[in-house]
Structure formats: C-alpha cells, structure tokens
T-cell receptor, first 111, second 113 residues
Framework: SQQGEEDPQALSIQEGENATMNCSYKTSINNLQWYRQNSGRGLVHLIL?????REKHSGRLRVTLDTSKKSSSLLITASRAADTASYFC???????????FGTGTRLQVTL | DGGITQSPKYLFRKEGQNVTLSCEQN?????MYWYRQDPGQGLRLIYY???????QKGDIAEGYSVSREKKESFPLTVTSAQKNPTAFYLC????????????FGEGSWLTVV
C-alpha cells in the first residue's frame, strides 16, 4: 500500500505561475522528502522537512508540513518549462529506514 | 564520480526466464533499495537492505529475490514467478552521512515478451 498520496494527480500551468502539490500520509514519520522525476529517469532529491519542522524553503521551492493532519505541500514559484516532471513525496518511517513513496503529481508547464 | 549505477538500461527477456538487474554504489551507503514503477504510476518498494547480509521484503516482494553479499552491490532477480514483470526498476541507496537523502540510479527498463 502507498504511504503517501499526492494531489492532484496531474497539474497543467503556464510558465510564471505557481504550482502547488499536496501529499497525505498515514503513519508517523521521521521526515518527509520531495523528489522530482523526469520521464524515464531516476529520482532527484529536492527538499527534506523533518517532523519537528513546519516550513522550509529552498530557492523557488517551499515545503510545509502539518503532522496533525498528516499532510505536506510543495509550492514551486515562478514555474518554468524545465520544471515539467513528476513530483513525489516520500516518507521515512521507523528504525528500519523504510522509505515509501506516494503516487506522484505530473506537472506540465507550458510556454 | 560517486553514485549509483544500474545495468542494463534496457533488457528484453522471454516469459519464464529469470533475469538479474545489477545495482552498484560507491557512496559507502549502508542501506539499499529496489523499487518498481509502472507507466504513469508511483514507486512501489520491492526489497530493501540496511546492512550487508541482511534484507527485508517491501510491499511487493513476491516473484523477486535479492542478495547483499557486498556493501556496494544489491542485485535484484526477477523470477519466472513474477506474474507481470514488465516495468521500470529503480535502485536507490541511503547513508547516515547523506543527510537522509536517498540517491537513485537511472533505472532499468525490463520488457518480458
């Protein structure tokens, strides 16, 4: 079963607009991470937020975490065509370092 | 350069044959993972290993086997028992000194005909 579920499944915006993706998870976590995947490639780490953090920034990325609602959001500001990719949230649970991924959001940024 | 190498990138096999996918890392990471990704879908965990000579089943381990005889290597065998093996397979590794960041290989496309 998927620990994380992203919403929406697909998102299409124009260059310059902001893109927001949401992730919900089911069990307690140590941290939550966001990854990006270009079609047919491996995943690239974007940002990590720990369970005791509420918000984190990195460049044009802003991540929030609400552990009471078991949810996180990823905001990409001033989107570019090069941001077109799939975005996944991942949660690290327990002492066994088990990392599970959500279903992903496919972002399309058009010129 | 340090990283994770998966091979082969593309693999075609006949139904009923076992096939082994290679995953090698030179990052000195203790933990390694195998995921399966179907087109347009998320990643599902097949097996993971925290240390050498130890591994645990993930969410979809049936029809797959792994070994971890060396820290650097975590090969995945897709057996004939796997009902629908055609997919994209991703290997990843994680180390205590990598800031909880997972590093991924470029993936292997397996097509069973």
């Amino acid at each position: 079963s998927q620990q994380g579920e992203e919403d929406p499944q697909a998102l299409s915006i124009q260059e310059g607009e902001n893109a927001t993706m949401n992730c919900s998870y089911k069990t307690s976590i140590n941290n939550l991470q966001w990854y990006r995947q270009n079609s047919g490639r491996g995943l690239v780490h974007l940002i990590l937020i720990r369970s005791n953090e509420r918000e984190k920034h990195s460049g044009r990325l802003r991540v929030t975490l609400d552990t009471s609602k078991k949810s996180s959001s990823l905001l990409i500001t001033a989107s570019r065509a090069a941001d077109t990719a799939s975005y996944f949230c991942a949660t690290l649970t327990g002492t066994a370092s088990k990392l599970t991924f959500g279903t992903g959001t496919r972002l399309q940024v058009t010129l | 350069d340090g990283g994770i190498t998966q091979s082969p990138k593309y693999l075609f096999r006949k139904e009923g044959q076992n096939v082994t996918l290679s995953c090698e890392q030179n990052l000195n990471h203790d933990a390694m993972y195998w995921y399966r990704q179907d087109p347009g879908q998320g990643l599902r965990l097949i097996y993971y290993s925290q240390i050498v000579n130890d591994f645990q089943k993930g969410d979809i381990a049936e029809g797959y086997s792994v070994s971890r005889e060396k820290k650097e290597s975590f090969p995945l065998t897709v057996t004939s028992a796997q009902k629908n093996p055609t997919a994209f397979y991703l290997c990843a590794s994680f180390g205590a000194f990598s800031g909880n960041t997972i590093y991924f290989g470029e993936g292997s496309w397996l097509t069973v005909v």
